[in-house]
Every structure is written in structure tokens, then in C-alpha cells.
């Protein structure tokens, strides 16, 4: 697997969650936050799942780090966007990246994915900043490169 174009290809599922603001979402972690913002931030590698470079399996962090100008706003926000469902949720938004039967997920980038932990409300320092906000962790499986 390509680890950018997976990172890439969650982004831009992420991105199209329906939210006001509407969230910026990038596949790489920033230098600098125009919040709200999410993006793949760390990314653990596990290679040889299966034999001969089969398989690789990646679990990546997606974090969203929302504004603390309203703690009460910020709060609703990050919720809407730790939903299991709906067009607010970013589980639905990047797993609704699955396919077919044979089509792999994110745009044939790998084999399959699934969203299988969200965390919330908690505080976040990124380049010496704070900011309100949570993770989901998704683990990616695919052909080994």
C-alpha cells in the first residue's frame, strides 16, 4: 500500500462530512491548524500479515482539533463529528469508502478499512497551541509493496 495515497484518500472522505464550519481535512499532520481541522496524524505499520509481503495492515489516527472560542459549540461540534452514523459522522463518511465485493476501499488505494475507536473532548497541544478535540482509529488493510 501507499501510505500517502491512503492518508490522502482518507482526507478527502473525511472532508466531505456536511458541518458549518465546514471541517478542512488533510491526509498529513500540519504544521499549523486552521481550525476546525482533521488530518492522519499517527500511523503504525504492522508488515508480512500474510506470507510473501501479502498483506500489510496499517492503523492510522485521524485527529480533529476544533477551536476553544465556545466550549460549549466546540463540544457540540467534535460530537456531531464522533457519531457512529449520518452525514455529520466521520465513521460513515470514510467507511462508506469500503466498495464491493472486490473493489477494495478508498478508491482501490486498499483491500478494506474500518473505523473502530473514537475518543473525544480532550485537549490537544499542536505547535504549542491548544485546542479541543478528538481521534478515530482506522485500521487499513492491504497488499504489501
Known sequence: MDLT??????????????MT?????IGYVPDSVTEP??????????????????????T???????????????????DALMKGTGV????????ATRGGPGSGALSGAADDLHVTRATARRWYVHNGVTYLGGELTIVVIGSGA
Do not use: H, W
Open 60 to 78: 492510522i489516527v485521524y485527529r480533529v482539533l476544533v477551536s476553544r472560542a465556545d466550549d460549549r459549540a466546540s463540544s457540540a461540534y467534535l
Open 5 to 18: 495515497l491512503v492518508t490522502d484518500r482518507i482526507a478527502v472522505a473525511a472532508g466531505t462530512v456536511t
Open 37 to 58: 481541522m482533521g488530518f492522519c496524524a499517527d500511523t503504525d505499520i504492522e508488515f508480512d500479515k500474510s506470507y510473501g509481503r501479502g498483506m500489510d495492515k496499517l
Open 21 to 25: 464550519p465546514p471541517l478542512t481535512s
Open 88 to 95: 455529520t459522522s466521520l465513521k460513515a463518511a470514510i467507511e
